[in-house]
């Protein structure tokens, strides 16, 4: 399981915005009945939780991630959206279709 850990204001204010690596993780591996689960602990619970890429439709997965180099992972979905995780270096990128268009 992966906590994301994002950057919030100061104090004990935390939001928890999962970063562009996180999402990358997440989608490389998810598998149905699967869900990114995000907490936090501030005033505005719902608006620190809520974030625009969880509108963004992906479309079905075209299979399992494929290692495309040594610990390097692609996977392609449906939309055009693709992920690459490298495990190499832990982190990971999202090319969203709607933004290549």
Not at 31 to 53: A, I, Q, R, S
Not at 91 to 101: K, L, P, S, Y
């Amino acid at each position: 399981m992966a906590e994301a850990k994002g950057k919030g204001g100061g104090g004990n204010h935390s939001s928890c915005k999962p970063d562009e690596s996180c999402i990358a993780a997440f989608l490389a591996a998810v598998e149905p009945y699967t869900y990114m689960h995000c907490m936090g602990n501030t005033d505005d619970l719902l608006g620190d939780t809520v974030f625009p890429e969880m509108e963004y439709k992906v479309g079905e997965p075209k299979g399992p991630a494929k290692e495309t180099e040594t610990g390097v992972w692609r996977r392609d979905f449906a939309s055009g959206t693709y992920v690459v995780w490298d495990n190499n270096a832990e982190q990971g990128t999202v090319t969203w279709a709607h933004e290549r268009a």
